[in-house]
């Protein structure tokens, strides 16, 4: 196994198992490692913002693009580094509505690791404009061994030879963002942790809301002398 300057002082230790722990649920938590961690790969993601509303009062026919995806962040690290326990930040998704979504909360890892979540998608009619709209933009990873972003939200059409198309959300490093609509439907919810919501479609006189984003995530690889 290939280890990193984090963990090289331990690298001699005999590894006997492997222990995997999942952090989901947005908001604050407390990582207290197993007994016997040794070391530990650590990776968090983002959360997802929302696809873009779309409001027909402003604008009767359009759709919205959807949300970014939010950034993902990994690294290794030794007992000695992760002490008595840290602190994990998971991030909300955005939440979707007839607006411009909102963004997704940024993932934390005590201050070992931090991705950012992806910004929300707006609503075509926000600017009374037709044609493409733009989908939100990606999180990123900023502290870590990897730092990688996540998906654009995909632009949702306004009319031409398909009608309304709104756009899907953004991936992240667990899937796929919500599905993209047509014709007049609300956009769908990230089916996947930190993928950004659909974009919102409408063609007639009613209010059409963004997906929500799906909420981050940190995942937990220890290896263990017991």
């Given at each position: 196994?290939?280890?990193?300057?984090?963990?090289?002082?331990?690298?001699?230790?005999p590894?006997?198992?492997?222990?995997?722990?999942?952090?989901?649920g947005?908001?604050t938590?407390t990582?207290?490692?197993?007994a016997g961690m040794?070391?530990?790969?650590v990776?968090?993601?983002g959360a997802?913002?929302?696809?873009g509303g779309?409001?027909?009062?402003?604008?009767?026919n359009?759709?919205?693009?959807?949300g970014?995806?939010?950034?993902?962040a990994?690294?290794?690290?030794?007992?000695?580094?992760?002490?008595?326990?840290?602190?994990?930040t998971i991030?909300t998704g955005?939440?979707g509505?007839?607006g411009?979504?909102?963004?997704?909360g940024?993932?934390t890892f005590?201050?070992?690791?931090?991705?950012?979540?992806?910004t929300?998608?707006?609503n075509?009619?926000s600017?009374?404009s037709s044609?493409m709209?733009v989908g939100g933009q990606?999180g990123?990873?900023?502290?870590?061994?990897?730092?990688?972003?996540?998906?654009?939200g995909?632009s949702g059409w306004t009319?031409?030879?398909?009608?309304?198309?709104s756009?899907?959300?953004g991936a992240?490093?667990?899937g796929?963002?919500?599905?993209?609509?047509?014709?007049?439907n609300?956009?769908?919810?990230s089916?996947?942790?930190?993928?950004?919501?659909?974009?919102?479609s409408?063609?007639?006189?009613?209010?059409r809301?963004?997906?929500?984003g799906?909420?981050?995530?940190?995942?937990?690889?220890?290896?263990l002398?017991?």
């Amino acid at each position: 196994m290939t280890t990193n300057n984090a963990i090289n002082s331990d690298s001699n230790v005999p590894i006997v198992s492997i222990n995997f722990v999942q952090i989901t649920g947005h908001g604050t938590h407390t990582y207290t490692p197993s007994a016997g961690m040794v070391y530990c790969m650590v990776e968090i993601i983002g959360a997802g913002g929302a696809g873009g509303g779309a409001t027909a009062a402003i604008l009767a026919n359009c759709a919205a693009g959807g949300g970014g995806g939010g950034g993902y962040a990994s690294g290794w690290f030794s007992a000695a580094t992760i002490g008595a326990s840290q602190t994990v930040t998971i991030g909300t998704g955005g939440v979707g509505g007839t607006g411009t979504g909102g963004n997704g909360g940024t993932s934390t890892f005590g201050a070992l690791l931090s991705a950012t979540g992806g910004t929300g998608a707006v609503n075509p009619g926000s600017t009374g404009s037709s044609g493409m709209s733009v989908g939100g933009q990606p999180g990123a990873g900023n502290v870590g061994v990897a730092d990688i972003y996540g998906g654009v939200g995909f632009s949702g059409w306004t009319g031409g030879a398909f009608g309304n198309v709104s756009g899907q959300g953004g991936a992240s490093a667990y899937g796929q963002g919500g599905a993209s609509v047509t014709g007049s439907n609300n956009g769908n919810t990230s089916p996947s942790f930190g993928a950004g919501g659909g974009g919102a479609s409408t063609g007639g006189s009613t209010n059409r809301s963004g997906g929500s984003g799906g909420d981050g995530i940190c995942q937990i690889t220890e290896y263990l002398d017991r």
